[in-house]
């Protein structure tokens, strides 16, 4: 089991920027996807952004362009840098791998709003 810890979240306006690190237990962080999944009120769960093993990365068409994915193995901690944020960016941002199961974080609040 990977133990996930995300940053704290916060309150945004409409245009800014927010950065969201996860931290993750364990010895083989280097060799995990890992993940950043949202849910808004009353919506599913949905994938935001993927990075492999080798760095390759993955993005919803939603926020392709203005979210980037990274990784930092020496600190075991995965980044999500949102750009231009938008009000339907609002949602509960959770960092996650699979290892023998899914493992998820606790889950940060971003809200955009002005």
């Known amino acids: 089991q990977v133990h996930l810890v995300e940053s704290k979240g916060g309150l945004v306006q409409p245009g800014g920027s927010l950065t969201l690190s996860c931290a993750a237990s364990?010895?083989?962080?280097?060799?995990?996807?890992m993940d950043w999944y949202r849910q808004a009120p009353g919506k599913q769960r949905e994938l935001v952004a993927t990075i492999n093993s080798s760095g390759a990365t993955n993005y919803a068409g939603s926020v392709k362009g203005r979210f980037t994915i990274s990784r930092d193995n020496a600190k075991n901690t995965v980044y999500l840098q949102m750009n231009s944020l938008k009000p339907e960016d609002t949602a509960v941002y959770y960092c996650s791998t699979y290892s023998y199961s899914r493992n998820w974080g606790q889950g940060t609040q971003v809200t955009v709003s002005s």
């Open positions: 364990g010895s083989i962080f280097s060799m995990l996807t």
